[in-house]
């Protein structure tokens, strides 16, 4: 089973093409996804990558952390599970609490 990376300080104009055949120079890269905002459907910067194997994810943790990729240094770590993630989500909005004077 592969190891899913997060690839973070994307430039707006890298593709999942960019990232798929940057990672491939390392090895095999099973799949590559860019995070797109929903509203604008422009990319949020960051994405994440699939590799074949464990020793591939850590060689490419290695070999890609902090190389350029259209003039940014990206940032390669291990993905964390969507339940690892720190602190509640922020929800709601509008005027709550608001006094009117």
Not at 62 to 69: D, H, I, M
Not at 88 to 101: E, V
Request: glycine share 14%; charged share 30%; with cysteine.
């Amino acid at each position: 089973m592969g190891k899913k990376l997060y690839v973070g300080n994307l430039s707006y104009k890298v593709t999942e093409d960019d990232l798929k055949k940057k990672f491939g120079e390392v090895g095999e890269c099973v799949s590559a996804n860019i995070v797109m905002d929903k509203f604008s459907g422009q990319s949020r910067g960051f994405g994440f990558v699939e590799m074949a194997s464990d020793e591939l994810a850590q060689e490419a943790i290695k070999k890609l952390n902090n190389v350029a990729l259209y003039g940014r240094g990206i940032v390669v770590n291990e993905a964390k599970p969507q339940t690892d993630r720190k602190g509640p989500r922020r929800q709601g909005g509008g005027f709550k609490g608001h006094r009117s004077f």
